[in-house]
């Protein structure tokens, strides 16, 4: 695969430089975990799907800074008798269930979610002073201030703070997950909070799980123009040509080792680009090799429409259609997350 000659090596820099080129030159640097956080339950509906659910409402009440901020969040946990696997999902929307969130069919599966509407966080435009941004003091003017990915990150973490309190859930074998940019988003907050042992991006494309390097479709300098906001300000700098970082969307995967991930795309999302998002996850295995793990079972160049391929620490598959998070990305997302369950 032509795209993976003259990939910048993984190895050659300590994971800690690692994250320092990726929050340096791309995503910014995390705003800090808060002083304190309190969570507030504001409803509870234990009839939810039929009654095989309990649906709870949450309130994150986040002090830092000597500021207070709240956004809301929702839990939904399947009445098991042991202890269930977890997702923090960073969502598009609120609601409970979505388009992008099956909350029955997840719960048949013994799956527990916890989700939120990203823009309950931190709005998808340029303004770093309201919601959280009123809290975080964001300094734009700073080259290597947190863009709006590292903020949503941000949000997630905390709800993982959260998922911690509950005896219903697996503390071993919780995943944060998102769609498009906010697989993106997923990603970051597993590369940089070690509780998350599952990370899965769904179409995450160019910035997510798809390398730079040979990209079609969406490029940096494509993604730069529209959503600036998403990164740092240093960022501008590496757009120009998709081999100007000194890095690639490898490093972010690889970050995730010893733990696993998931990359997922669609065949006519040539936007992302499936075979970017393929290549990502052939360059990251190394890391995980090198850690005495599988890493990422292929043996071809290309993966037609069907391919799932669950076997490595990172797992992927490509199904036929267009840009959505679909119930058989979450089947097979869940089928993988199982088939890897650590054991206590």
Same mark, same amino acid.
């Given at each position: 695969?032509?795209?993976?000659?003259?990939?910048?090596?993984?190895?050659? %820099?300590? *994971?800690?430089?690692?994250?320092?080129?990726?929050?340096?030159?791309?995503?910014? #640097?995390? &705003? $800090?975990? /808060? +002083? !304190?956080?309190?969570?507030?339950?504001?409803?509870?509906?234990?009839?939810?799907?039929?009654?095989?659910?309990?649906?709870?409402?949450?309130?994150?009440?986040?002090?830092?800074?000597?500021?207070?901020?709240?956004?809301?969040?929702?839990? %939904?946990? *399947?009445?098991?008798?042991?202890?269930?696997?977890?997702?923090?999902?960073?969502? #598009?929307? &609120? $609601?409970? /269930? +979505? !388009?992008?969130?099956?909350?029955?069919?997840?719960?048949?599966?013994?799956?527990?979610?916890?989700?939120?509407?990203?823009?309950?966080?931190?709005?998808?435009?340029?303004?770093?002073?309201?919601?959280?941004?009123?809290?975080?003091?964001?300094?734009?003017?700073?080259?290597?201030?947190?863009?709006?990915?590292?903020?949503?990150?941000?949000?997630?973490?905390?709800?993982? +703070?959260?998922?911690?309190?509950?005896?219903?859930?697996?503390?071993?074998?919780?995943?944060?997950?998102?769609?498009?940019?906010?697989?993106?988003?997923?990603?970051?907050?597993?590369?940089?909070?070690?509780?998350?042992?599952?990370?899965?991006?769904?179409?995450?494309?160019?910035?997510?799980?798809?390398?730079?390097?040979?990209?079609?479709?969406?490029?940096?300098?494509?993604?730069?123009?529209?959503?600036?906001?998403?990164?740092?300000?240093?960022?501008?700098?590496?757009?120009?040509?998709?081999?100007?970082?000194?890095?690639?969307?490898?490093?972010?995967?690889?970050?995730?080792?010893?733990?696993?991930?998931?990359?997922?795309?669609?065949?006519?999302?040539?936007?992302?680009?499936?075979?970017?998002?393929?290549?990502?996850?052939?360059?990251?295995?190394?890391?995980?090799?090198?850690?005495?793990?599988?890493?990422?079972?292929?043996?071809?160049?290309?993966?037609?429409?069907?391919?799932?391929?669950?076997?490595?620490?990172?797992?992927?598959?490509?199904?036929?259609?267009?840009?959505?998070?679909?119930?058989?990305?979450?089947?097979?997302?869940?089928?993988?997350?199982?088939?890897?369950?650590?054991?206590?």
């Amino acid at each position: 695969m032509d795209r993976l000659n003259n990939l910048p090596r993984f190895d050659a %820099v300590s *994971p800690e430089e690692a994250k320092r080129l990726l929050c340096t030159c791309e995503y910014g #640097f995390p &705003p $800090a975990q /808060p +002083d !304190a956080v309190t969570f507030t339950e504001t409803a509870a509906d234990d009839t939810f799907c039929a009654g095989k659910a309990v649906l709870h409402r949450i309130t994150a009440e986040v002090r830092q800074n000597g500021k207070l901020f709240s956004f809301p969040f929702h839990f %939904v946990c *399947p009445k098991r008798g042991n202890p269930v696997p977890a997702v923090v999902f960073i969502n #598009f929307t &609120p $609601a409970v /269930p +979505d !388009a992008y969130l099956p909350s029955e069919e997840l719960c048949d599966l013994g799956i527990a979610v916890a989700s939120f509407g990203y823009t309950d966080v931190s709005p998808d435009n340029d303004d770093f002073a309201s919601m959280a941004g009123s809290l975080l003091e964001i300094d734009r003017s700073v080259p290597y201030a947190p863009g709006k990915i590292a903020i949503w990150a941000w949000a997630a973490r905390i709800v993982m +703070d959260y998922v911690q309190t509950r005896p219903e859930v697996d503390l071993q074998n919780v995943a944060v997950a998102g769609h498009s940019r906010l697989g993106k988003t997923a990603l970051f907050a597993a590369a940089f909070d070690e509780r998350f042992q599952f990370a899965y991006a769904n179409e995450s494309g160019c910035a997510g799980a798809a390398l730079f390097r040979g990209k079609t479709g969406e490029t940096a300098k494509d993604i730069h123009r529209v959503f600036p906001f998403w990164f740092c300000p240093n960022f501008a700098n590496y757009t120009e040509t998709d081999d100007a970082l000194p890095f690639d969307q490898h490093f972010l995967l690889s970050l995730i080792a010893p733990r696993n991930v998931y990359v997922s795309s669609a065949a006519e999302d040539l936007w992302a680009d499936p075979k970017a998002e393929l290549a990502a996850c052939i360059a990251a295995s190394p890391a995980f090799e090198r850690l005495g793990l599988t890493g990422f079972v292929f043996d071809g160049a290309e993966a037609a429409p069907g391919t799932v391929l669950h076997a490595g620490n990172i797992g992927y598959h490509i199904r036929n259609g267009s840009h959505y998070m679909s119930r058989k990305d979450w089947q097979n997302f869940v089928a993988y997350l199982k088939k890897h369950r650590n054991n206590a």
